[in-house]
């Protein structure tokens, strides 16, 4: 009975404290959606070159359009973010007469208001002087962009940009540089130290990339090599993949866990690969698909103090023939292994003045 | 800063020669349950999937003085030493959140907003200081009502964010998936810590009584820079344990 009573009374005092918390414990109602995100872009297939890519980094949708849609417009169907409205809306008609095609996507919330620009994406001459340079508004790395303004190359500075390096174009693996075998810039890929946050999940150097095709955010932490999607549409055959490069080796090569291993040097990787269809190739199977035709690869990435030219012939691959539908991809690295984090930090490759010769 | 303590301590434990007969010393053991939480949840967190208090023992000394043997009202100081802690699962929608980091060679920042899950492990170690006014209306029962004082010499505030996705910069940033991503939040703790804390006594033998004290933090846990969370975290802890008076 005595003992009872004291039981009781620590129950009692226990119930009481833990009720003011538990009172506290309420969940509220959920907040309105503030998300703004233009989430498909459905064209039919029969009109396309290149899949649709919605650049979220950019906010940008990139159409690779057959020429006769270019002439006659698409009518997209376009889904958002759940409850957000788009405007212009979903299957209504758009075309290409010179004027920008925005979309606004405004969101269940109401609060927050996203644009993207509609690009259509077409390469008049496969030749690239890597003159046009812009800075992302938030980021602040560089991309290079076409004469026209077009989308053709990308890198993974979009990936870097979520590890918290410093926001200036330096802090980025590609900028630009004036040090150019012609014209006032070229391409600049640097090997670059991982961060604190990077090395958190197990990246501890960021290699210096420079591609023809889109950077995937949403899979920049899951899948990275799935973020690389490379290639852009191509019509033609492929003789030779031609170019100047510079290329000097960071001071120690690192593994994947950062530790130095002696006596080994980086190196860099520039090739060009020809596939067939409309999907992009990428980090996992740029090397290894059925799809591949001809590739056209430097064969020796060791240093280069000056400007150096590379003319590669594409190699056809026996039994593989072109289809209607190709994509060339061309891909340059300051770490011939920076896909598996490996390479030395500090490698430096410089590139001006690529082409596909046809 | 343990030299203070001690110091702090020896200064109490001398004190109790002066008026010896209006004193009282007890010896308090118990444990802590409770949360750091925000007083109020946000309605950026959905769902609480889980709580489990962590082991948090509390081990203290109480000075308590009355002006008479059989005066209801006094007064009482102590020293403790407290641990608290918890872990939590939630989910959360739209969470945003500012993780800096720093090492030798710089510091890196990410901002955005998180909506998946996240685990939260708390268990901080702190030096308290209770002061109460004490009322004693019979030889059962004991009740105080005070402030307190801690001093942070322990912390660890660390968990994951899993199965979900954070955009880059806030809500209208790029959506980046994320399987799991461990964050450290520890080193960004404040080191003081102030609140209230009251409680009641019961006994249960000649010296021996069983206890329950709240103690409530008025001080947010993180200091009003950091970015991590964007709504104020508190202790707020009930002590379960025994006194014996010495």
């Given at each position: ?9 620590i ?7 833990l ?8 969940i ?18 029969s009109?396309l ?7 979220q ?11 006769e ?5 698409v ?6 973010t ?6 212009p809306?979903?299957g ?5 007469t010179?004027?920008d095609?925005?979309y ?13 620009t509609?690009e259509?994406?077409?390469i008049?001459?496969?030749?690239w ?5 812009l800075i992302?508004?938030k980021?602040?790395y ?11 190359w990308?890198?993974?500075?979009p990936?870097?940009?979520l590890?918290?390096?410093p926001?200036?174009p ?7 540089t004036?040090?150019?075998?012609s014209?006032?810039?070229a391409?600049?890929l640097?090997?670059l ?26 899979n920049a932490?899951l899948e ?21 490069y510079k290329?000097t ?17 980086d190196s860099?990787?520039?090739y060009?690969?020809l ?11 740029i090397h ?9 690869r430097l064969?020796?990435?060791s240093?280069r103090g000056?400007f ?5 012939p ?22 011939k292994?920076?896909?598996?984090y ?6 430096r490759l410089?590139v001006?003045s690529?082409?596909?010769i046809? | 800063m ?8 020896l200064?109490?434990i ?17 444990f802590n ?8 949840l ?6 609480i999937?889980?709580y489990?208090?962590?082991f948090?023992?509390s081990?203290g ?19 403790k030493l407290d641990y ?14 500012m ?11 990410f901002?955005?907003?998180?909506t ?16 109460s006014?004490t ?6 029962w004991?009740l105080?009502?005070?402030g ?25 940033g ?7 991503a ?7 703790m ?5 609140g209230?804390q009251g409680?009641?006594e019961r006994r249960?033998g000649?010296?021996l009584?069983v206890?329950?004290?709240l103690s409530?933090g ?5 200091p009003s ?10 202790n707020?802890?009930v ?6 008076r010495?």
């Open positions: 009975m005595y003992i009872m009573t004291h039981i009781q009374s129950r009692l005092l226990a119930a009481c404290a009720t003011a918390i538990t009172m506290q414990a309420c509220k109602s959920e907040p309105p959606n503030p998300e703004a995100d233009i989430e498909s872009f459905t064209v039919p297939d009109l070159t290149g899949d649709v890519f919605i650049d980094s950019n906010r940008k949708i990139l159409l690779y359009l057959d020429p849609a270019f002439d006659k417009g009518a997209p169907v376009i889904t958002t759940k409850g957000a409205k788009v405007s809306a979903s209504d008609s758009i075309f290409f010179g004027q095609n925005v606004t996507v405004t969101s269940a919330s109401g609060e927050n208001r996203k644009q993207y509609v259509v994406v077409s008049g001459e496969w030749d002087q890597f003159e046009k340079w992302h508004d980021d602040k560089q991309y290079v962009i076409e004469e026209d303004g077009g989308q053709v990308s890198s993974g500075n990936g870097v940009a590890s918290g390096v926001k200036r330096d802090g980025y693996p590609l900028r630009a004036e040090d150019s075998e014209g006032t810039y391409a600049e640097v090997t130290k991982g961060t604190v946050l990077s090395n958190l999940v197990g990246i501890k150097l960021f290699a210096g990339s420079l591609f023809l095709g889109n950077f995937d955010v949403s932490f990275p090599l799935k973020a690389t999607q490379f290639g852009q549409p191509f019509t033609g055959k492929a003789t030779r993949f031609t170019g100047y290329y080796p960071g001071a120690s090569y690192q593994d994947r866990e950062g530790n130095i291993l002696p006596g080994v040097t860099c990787a520039i060009a690969v596939y067939t269809g409309r999907t992009r190739l990428d980090a996992t199977n290894t698909s059925e799809r591949i035709v001809a590739t056209a064969p020796d990435g240093g000056n150096t030219r590379f003319d590669i594409f190699t056809y691959i026996p039994g593989r023939s072109a289809t209607k539908e190709m994509m060339m991809a061309i891909v340059a690295s300051s770490s292994d920076g896909d598996q490996r390479g030395a930090i500090g490698s410089v001006d690529l082409a596909i046809q | 343990n030299n203070r303590i001690i110091i702090l301590f200064a109490i001398s004190a109790t020669g002066v008026q010896a007969q209006h004193l009282e010393h007890r010896i308090q053991a118990g349950i409770g949360a750091t939480a925000p007083v109020g946000p309605n950026t967190i959905r769902k999937n889980s489990r208090p962590e948090c023992p081990l000394y109480e000075l308590s003085w009355r002006p008479a043997k059989a005066s209801e009202w006094g007064a009482a100081v102590g020293v608290k802690g918890m872990t939590t699962k939630d989910e959360v929608m739209y969470f945003h959140t993780i800096t980091m720093e090492d030798g060679s710089g510091k890196s920042e901002e955005g907003a998180f998946g899950k996240n685990k939260t492990t708390v268990r901080n170690a702190y030096v308290s200081f209770p002061i006014a009322y004693t209306p019979n030889d059962n004991r105080h009502l005070g307190y004082m801690a001093w942070l010499f322990s912390a660890n505030f660390y968990g994951n964010v899993s199965d979900g996705y954070i955009r880059n910069g806030g809500s209208l790029e959506k980046v998936n994320v399987s799991e461990e964050f450290d939040f520890g080193t960004d404040r080191r003081f810590d102030a209230l409680g009641a249960v000649k010296k009584r206890m329950g004290n409530w008025l001080r947010p846990v993180f820079d950091f970015r991590g969370m964007d709504f104020p975290m508190y707020i802890f002590t379960l344990g025994v006194t014996y010495i």
